[in-house]
């Protein structure tokens, strides 16, 4: 009875929709929990994207190593905070 309600669910969301078909092909495909698709009027085309893990110390730390330098300096020599500080007063340190 669930995969009938998921496919009554799929058939409503793209009722009207241009391609509905190659589209529910597109979602049978994607990985539970780890992609989504986007569509509609404000994207030119669908759009299938992969979600990351977010709210672990983990995960933090990978976002502010690859975006974020240790210390900022800035115009008046002090240090701006970074996302590591942000990430210490969330979680302590």
């Known amino acids: 009875m669930r995969n009938m309600s998921e496919a009554n669910l799929t058939d409503a969301v793209l009722a009207g929709v241009s ?5 529910r092909t597109v979602l049978s495909r994607l990985e539970s929990k780890q ?9 030119p085309m669908p759009v299938v994207v992969r979600t990351r893990d977010y709210g672990t110390p983990e995960s933090y730390e990978s976002f502010s190593e690859r975006h974020t330098p240790r210390r900022r300096p800035s115009g008046d020599g002090k240090a701006k ?4 500080d942000d990430i210490e007063k969330l979680f302590g340190g």
Do not use: N
Not at 19 to 23: M, Y
């Open 19 to 23: 391609g509905a078909r190659e589209l």
């Open 35 to 43: 992609q989504a698709l986007i569509f509609g009027h404000a994207v």
């Open 81 to 84: 905070p970074t996302a590591e």
